[in-house]
C-alpha cells in the first residue's frame, strides 16, 4: 500500500465530494498529479502527471463537452462512490474498491 497515492485520492474525493453522484454520464477529469503537487506532494507530480480520477457529476458544468465511448473505463475501479482510477492504481493505493461500470456513452465536461 502506497500511503501518499492514497491521500491524493482522499484528498481528490473530499474536494469534489458535493459535486460527484455514482452512475452519471456526465464527468469531470481531474489529474492526480497535479492534486499531489497542490498538498506538497511534489515526488508523486512526475510519477502521475497526466493520470486522472474520473469523477462522475450530478449535473453537467458549464462549458465544452464532448462525449466519450464508455468501454474506454475498462480496468477501472471505483473506490467512492462517483470515484473511478485505473484499477492499479487503486490497488497500488489499498483502497477498497469495486469494478467501475461506465455508461454506454460518457460526456466529459471541460472546465
Request: no cysteine; charged share 25%.
Amino acid at each position: 500500500m502506497n500511503r501518499q497515492i492514497k491521500k491524493v485520492l482522499e484528498y481528490i474525493k473530499n474536494e469534489y465530494k458535493d459535486k460527484a453522484m455514482a452512475g452519471a454520464r456526465h464527468y469531470l477529469n481531474v489529474d492526480i498529479g497535479k492534486a499531489a503537487l497542490k498538498i506538497g506532494l511534489k515526488s508523486l507530480h512526475d510519477k502521475y502527471k497526466g493520470r486522472e480520477v474520473i469523477v462522475s457529476l450530478k449535473e453537467p458544468l458549464p462549458g465544452m463537452k464532448v462525449r466519450i465511448d464508455g468501454r474506454t473505463f475498462t480496468n477501472y475501479a471505483e473506490y467512492a462512490d462517483g470515484f473511478a482510477v485505473p484499477q492499479h492504481i487503486a490497488i497500488k493505493a489499498g483502497l477498497p474498491f469495486k469494478k467501475y461500470s461506465a455508461n454506454g456513452s460518457m460526456i466529459l465536461n471541460y472546465t
